[in-house]
């Protein structure tokens, strides 16, 4: 019995120490998650002037522009996976690499070659554990984003598109990513970032609008070299910080379920550890019992 009391002791112990762990690890998720929401909404209003002026280019010029025109034959098509560098986020990533491997599956049906670009460490060790290549990965910073590595990716995506397939260019891409809904739920997202589909609503204009009129200096193919490489990068960053609010909530609601998980471990130990100090009180009591009895017994 003393063994016994001494391994529910243990696992008693074991499960507080690993609350301790886990609330600190909810507590710094959100305290971080304001932080990355305020991002987000900060974001906002940058990415809708783009995506205005990039409209307004697209929309009201007959530039044949390559990255806004659709290729006859799309033959190779980029993928970029976002993820995170670090575990303890549920299902956080494998959301968005089962999303990404749907997407491959779909497009290799179409007879599409699929290319890999990777964010997080998570994907780099899912590929490398099944060994599967990849184009180019970034690693360090998911959880806080900087804009430098946006205009990275958004660099590199923007050369392999302009390069010809033949010589390892791509002629679609597309991003996978969590987008924070809420904080109960961040919803794997599937985008096709080029070529280019500048969506500004869905409802169509009035009969009585007037539609502003565009000039463009010094020419629209000009400013769509200029502005399409800004949009590529301003829907990236958003990707990211979407993704690394994605990240902060499901590691949140995972702490906090392992922290519950935790203190019912705690709870079902401790009764367990009653029982058997009970059972044990009680066996030592029948001894003291039946050696009395003995002695009594003895004496007569």
């Keep these: 019995m003393g063994a016994q009391l001494r391994v529910y002791t243990q696992k008693i112990k074991s499960a507080q120490t690993t609350k301790k762990i886990t609330r600190a690890m909810e507590l710094i998720s959100a305290s971080r998650i304001q932080k990355a929401q305020q991002r987000v909404a900060a974001s906002g209003p940058y990415s809708r002037a783009v995506t205005r002026a990039v409209s307004a280019v697209a929309s009201f010029s007959n530039v044949d522009h390559i990255l806004t025109t659709e290729p006859e034959k799309i033959e190779r098509a980029a993928v970029v996976i976002f993820a995170s560098d670090r575990g303890l986020a549920g299902a956080f990533s494998s ?4 999303a990404a491997e749907e997407l491959s ?3 290799r049906s ?10 997080g460490r998570k994907s780099v060790a899912y590929f490398a554990f099944r060994r599967r290549e990849s184009e180019k990965s970034w690693t360090g910073g998911t959880d806080k984003p900087e804009f430098s590595t946006a205009k990275e990716i958004g660099d590199a995506l923007v050369s392999k598109f302009i390069a010809d397939s033949k010589d390892g260019g791509v002629d679609e891409i597309h991003i996978v990513y969590n987008r924070f809904v809420s904080m109960v739920s961040q919803v794997p997202e599937v985008v096709r970032l080029l070529p280019l589909e500048v969506v ?10 007037v539609l502003p009129l565009y000039e463009f200096e010094p020419d629209a193919g000009s400013v769509l070299d200029s502005l399409l490489p800004v949009y590529i990068e301003s829907r990236v960053f958003n ?13 949140q609601k995972a702490m906090k379920s392992a922290s519950d998980n935790a203190d019912k471990l705690i709870r079902d130990y401790t009764r367990l550890r009653n029982n058997a100090r009970q059972s ?13 009895d003995a002695l009594a017994s003895a004496k007569k």
């Design 200 to 209: 500004e609503g869905v409802e169509a204009p009035a009969s009585d609008d």
């Design 239 to 251: 990707a990211m910080l979407q993704s690394a609010a994605s990240e902060h909530a499901a590691r």
């Design 105 to 107: 599956s779909l497009l």
């Design 95 to 98: 959301s968005a690499l089962k």
């Design 280 to 292: 044990e009180i009680t066996q030592q009591i029948a001894e003291i019992v039946g050696g009395a």
């Design 110 to 119: 179409q007879g599409k070659t699929v290319v890999y670009y990777l964010v």
